[in-house]
């Protein structure tokens, strides 16, 4: 990752620290966290690592069932509201520290299971990332990565990422369900359980998360209320609700086994 990048995330994530915690959005939605922590199987003495854990949603979802957390992220701001948030909740047992997935501040097989989750599509190349998780993890310990996936089609897909990317200057792009398996599957790692959903976004929310600029939103709401009138897909499935135009998700859970 290039030091601009890893500026741009840093100056995107900043500002949208503040909105982590608002009611309503996709990334806070306790119907989601719940189908993540369950799916995980975390045991009660496990140490683990979540990596680029912003303000620490699924850290602070995982730390009643395990015995500590560290939440790993590159913007302060973000650890700070999660450090805000984890002491409103009275949870004691997360720690938020500053660092960089692809240098992580850890030993080697320090961790019982590593975690990251809606980061790799942030990332230029995801495997470094990785290569870092598997590291930090013990032998037969546990990787977990939960991402947005993109189309299949290569068409849908560039426009999907493009119209992502005009929402958030920080998104790279994401993998497809196929490209992130074989990621998973080279990294030292044996794939053990594998699953996708579809998740409803609400597109106000989603860009008031971001502060899109009005007239990027404008060009987003307009491709997405032409794809509900039948016209270009957007690769964003976008469907009509409530008499809002919003658009599904597909969130991937892939948890792996360190061989």
């Given at each position: 990752?290039?030091?601009?990048?890893?500026?741009?995330?840093?100056?995107?994530?900043?500002?949208?620290?503040?909105?982590?915690?608002?009611?309503?959005?996709t990334?806070?939605?306790?119907?989601?966290?719940?189908?993540?922590?369950?799916?995980?199987?975390?045991?009660?003495?496990?140490?683990?690592?979540?990596?680029?854990?912003?303000?620490?949603?699924?850290?602070?979802?995982?730390?009643?069932?395990?015995?500590?957390?560290?939440?790993?992220?590159?913007?302060?701001?973000?650890?700070?509201?999660?450090?805000?948030?984890?002491?409103?909740?009275?949870?004691?047992?997360v720690?938020?520290?500053?660092g960089?997935?692809?240098?992580?501040?850890?030993?080697?097989?320090?961790?019982?299971?590593?975690?990251?989750?809606?980061?790799?599509?942030?990332?230029?190349?995801?495997?470094?990332?990785?290569?870092?998780?598997?590291?930090?993890?013990?032998?037969?310990?546990?990787?977990?990565?939960?991402?947005?996936?993109?189309?299949?089609?290569?068409?849908?897909?560039?426009?999907?990422?493009?119209?992502?990317?005009?929402?958030?200057?920080?998104?790279?792009?994401?993998?497809?369900?196929?490209e992130?398996?074989?990621?998973?599957?080279?990294?030292?790692?044996?794939?053990?359980?594998?699953?996708?959903?579809?998740?409803?976004?609400?597109?106000?929310?989603?860009?008031a998360?971001?502060?899109?600029?009005?007239?990027?939103?404008?060009?987003?709401?307009?491709?997405?209320?032409e794809?509900?009138?039948?016209?270009?897909p957007?690769?964003?499935?976008?469907?009509?609700?409530?008499?809002?135009?919003?658009?599904?998700?597909?969130?991937?859970?892939?948890?792996?086994?360190?061989?």
């Open positions: 990752m290039t030091t601009d990048h890893r500026d741009t995330i840093r100056r995107e994530f900043g500002k949208q620290a503040a909105h982590f915690g608002e009611a309503g959005l990334l806070s939605n306790e119907e989601y966290l719940s189908w993540m922590v369950g799916a995980l199987g975390a045991e009660p003495h496990w140490r683990v690592l979540d990596v680029a854990a912003g303000t620490g949603h699924l850290s602070r979802a995982l730390a009643p069932r395990v015995a500590h957390v560290t939440a790993v992220d590159l913007t302060p701001e973000m650890l700070e509201d999660g450090r805000r948030q984890a002491a409103k909740d009275g949870i004691a047992n720690t938020f520290e500053e960089d997935a692809e240098r992580l501040p850890y030993g080697d097989d320090a961790f019982d299971m590593v975690t990251t989750r809606l980061s790799f599509h942030h990332f230029v190349n995801a495997r470094p990332a990785l290569s870092e998780m598997v590291r930090v993890c013990r032998s037969a310990g546990r990787v977990a990565v939960i991402d947005l996936l993109s189309p299949d089609d290569a068409a849908l897909a560039e426009r999907y990422n493009g119209y992502e990317r005009l929402r958030d200057p920080s998104h790279v792009r994401a993998l497809t369900r196929d992130l398996t074989r990621l998973i599957e080279t990294s030292g790692l044996a794939i053990e359980e594998a699953a996708v959903r579809d998740v409803q976004v609400v597109t106000e929310r989603w860009l998360m971001t502060q899109t600029p009005e007239s990027a939103a404008q060009r987003i709401r307009a491709a997405l209320a794809e509900v009138a039948g016209g270009t957007t690769g964003m499935r976008a469907v009509a609700r409530d008499g809002a135009v919003g658009f599904l998700h597909a969130w991937a859970i892939v948890i792996a086994r360190k061989t």
